[in-house]
C-alpha cells in the first residue's frame, strides 16, 4: 500500500518537478546573461572613461575614490531595476502559490537576498573594470587618446 501511494504522489507531482527544472534551468540563463551584460557595460564605460580615471589619479584620487564614483553610477540603476522587478515578482509568486491548497506566506528575506546578490555581482564587475583602468599608467592613458 506504502509503495502504492508513493509512486501516486510522484505520478501527480511529476509536472511540478518538470516545470521546476524548466523554470531553473530559464532563471541560470537570465542570470548569466544579465551578469555578461553588466560586466559588458561597466567594461565598455570604464574603457571609454579611461581618460577620466587617468586625469583623477593625477589629481590625487585614489582607488577607492574612483570605485565610488562607478559604484554610485551603477547603484541608481541596480536600485531602479530591483524597485521593478521585486514587486513584479512578488505578485506573480503570490498568485502562483495561491493555486495551491497548503502554501506558504511570502517573507521579505529573499527579496532582500535577491537585492544583495544584484548589488554584489554588479560590485564585482566595476571592481575588475575600475581596479584594471587605475592600475594603468596615467600618462599612457591620457596621451593614447
Request: hydrophobic content about 55%; glycine content about 2%; overall charge positive.
Amino acid at each position: 500500500m506504502c509503495m502504492k501511494l508513493t509512486y501516486l504522489v510522484d505520478k501527480f507531482n511529476r509536472p511540478e518537478k518538470v516545470i521546476f527544472s524548466v523554470f531553473s534551468m530559464i532563471a541560470v540563463l537570465c542570470i548569466l546573461i544579465s551578469t555578461f551584460g553588466i560586466y559588458s557595460l561597466v567594461s565598455l564605460s570604464a574603457q571609454q572613461r579611461k581618460k577620466e580615471i587617468a586625469i583623477r589619479k593625477v589629481n590625487g584620487a585614489t582607488f577607492l575614490h574612483i570605485l565610488q564614483l562607478f559604484f554610485k553610477e551603477y547603484l541608481v540603476l541596480v536600485v531602479l531595476s530591483n524597485l521593478f522587478a521585486l514587486p513584479l515578482g512578488y505578485i506573480l509568486m503570490t498568485r502562483w502559490l495561491e493555486t495551491y491548497a497548503n502554501h506558504i506566506d511570502l517573507t521579505i528575506y529573499p527579496f532582500i537576498a535577491v537585492f544583495l546578490i544584484t548589488c554584489l555581482i554588479v560590485f564585482l564587475s566595476i571592481f575588475r573594470q575600475v581596479k584594471q583602468a587605475a592600475q594603468a599608467n596615467p600618462a599612457e592613458s591620457i596621451k593614447a587618446e
